[in-house]
């Protein structure tokens, strides 16, 4: 290949890998899953509820 293909080359590279990042960038989530999972309660009171009997019968949904 001649220098100018080879530049075309790595400058198409360049675009799509920079097109990608951009890509990613977007659709990834956010870092913080969002404000309506905090849980006001101090984790001894939460601890507190959650006996054995009571995880046992979480149905999860």
Same mark, same amino acid.
């Given at each position: /290949?001649?220098? #100018?293909? =080879?530049?075309?080359?790595?400058? +198409?590279?360049? *675009? =799509?890998? %920079?097109? @990608?990042?951009? *890509?990613? *960038? =977007?659709? #990834?989530?956010?870092? &913080? $899953?969002? &404000?309506?999972? #905090?849980?006001?309660? %101090? $984790? %001894? &009171? +939460? @601890? &507190? ?5 009571? /995880?046992?019968?979480?149905?999860g949904?």
């Amino acid at each position: /290949m001649n220098r #100018r293909a =080879l530049t075309v080359t790595a400058v +198409v590279i360049a *675009a =799509l890998a %920079a097109a @990608s990042a951009v *890509a990613v *960038a =977007l659709t #990834r989530a956010p870092a &913080d $899953p969002g &404000d309506g999972t #905090r849980n006001p309660q %101090a $984790p %001894a &009171d +939460v @601890s &507190d509820h959650w006996t054995g009997e009571r /995880m046992r019968e979480a149905t999860g949904g």
